[in-house]
């Protein structure tokens, strides 16, 4: 019998609760964005976790769109998670609410609804999961 090996991926993450209020995006935009940029220094074993500016900004961006969705349409509180592993960044959100967002067709003329659109574009896979014990967690991986 032959055993596999793994190739060890460094990774890094943190999680945060954040209120159900408007400041919330914009806190959680400054969050990530240290975090990302600082995800280097948390990693463990002898490889670094490297994110380079465009992912950061990216994630950032899927940060803010997904906090601003949950704190306009849940009740209650969301929780922040973003990870980074190999170079894969993922960040999920989770509130409270079982409705699950929806893309709405790209216009001009609307003032909001372009965000999941938008969320789509920048990311490798986009996912929304349904929580146990109710409420979702809406997952975007950046490749």
């Known amino acids: 019998m032959r055993a596999q090996q793994r190739a060890h991926r460094p990774a890094a993450r943190v999680e945060y609760t954040?209120?159900?209020e408007p400041a919330s995006a914009g806190r959680a935009r400054?969050?990530?964005s240290a975090f990302l940029a600082g995800a280097h220094r948390r990693s463990r074993g002898s490889?670094?976790?490297e994110v380079d500016a465009e992912r950061v900004d990216d994630a950032t961006l899927v940060v803010s769109e997904l906090v601003s969705n949950a704190v306009r349409h849940a009740h209650g509180a969301c929780r922040l998670?973003?990870?980074?592993?190999g170079d894969r960044v993922t960040v999920e959100v989770y509130d409270a609410s079982?409705?699950?967002p929806r893309m709405l067709a790209q216009s001009g003329e609307r003032e909001h609804g372009r965000?999941?659109?938008?969320v789509h574009q920048?990311?490798?896979?986009?996912e929304v999961v349904?929580?146990?014990?109710?409420?979702?967690?809406v997952r975007a991986v950046l490749a």
Do not use: D, I
Not at 81 to 85: D, P
Not at 115 to 118: Q, S, T
Not at 122 to 126: A, E, I, P
């Open 122 to 126: 920048l990311t490798q896979r986009l």
């Open 130 to 137: 349904g929580a146990r014990r109710g409420g979702k967690t």
């Open 81 to 85: 998670r973003v990870a980074v592993v």
């Open 30 to 32: 400054k969050l990530t």
């Open 115 to 118: 965000g999941l659109a938008m």
């Open 18 to 20: 954040l209120p159900q």
């Open 98 to 100: 079982p409705v699950r």
């Open 47 to 49: 490889q670094a976790v």
